[in-house]
Nanobody, 126 residues
Framework: QVQLVESGGGLVQAGGSLRLSCAAS????????MGWFRQAPGKEREFVAT????????AYANSVKGRFTISRDNARNAVYLQMNSLKPEDTAVYYC???????????????????WGLGTQVTVSS
């Protein structure tokens, strides 16, 4: 069982930055690929970024590539999402997620994830 708690959301102007954090409980955090997803009002939840369980591989949605960076600290049971050059269309609730996975494996699909946090709101004003 893994419990995930996101933090770091807030209101920021377009062009600004935010760093989201996700704290995970449990002793097997390093066994999970981690992901960030987001859901804007009236839209389906969508993939943002994922990182392999060792942190050596990452993947991003095209809409955030070059602006967002996912990272993790297995010693602290934490995963992060650094978001730069934010745009109003980045406004959404951001969710942290965990997927049991082998070494180097990335997970991009919502259905592949086993655990989810409750989300943190990010609002980007124009």
């Amino acid at each position: 069982q893994v419990q995930l708690v996101e933090s770091g959301g807030g209101l920021v102007q377009a062009g600004g930055s935010l760093r989201l954090s996700c704290a995970a409980s449990g002793r097997t955090f390093s066994s999970y690929a981690m992901g960030w997803f987001r859901q804007a009002p009236g839209k389906e939840r969508e993939f943002v970024a994922t990182i392999s369980r060792g942190g050596g591989s990452t993947a991003y949605a095209n809409s955030v590539k070059g602006r967002f960076t996912i990272s993790r600290d297995n010693a602290r049971n934490a995963v992060y999402l650094q978001m730069n050059s934010l745009k109003p269309e980045d406004t959404a609730v951001y969710y942290c997620s965990a997927a049991f996975a082998g070494a180097g494996v990335l997970r991009r699909l919502e259905r592949e994830y086993d655990y989810w946090g409750l989300g943190t709101q990010v609002t980007v004003s124009s």
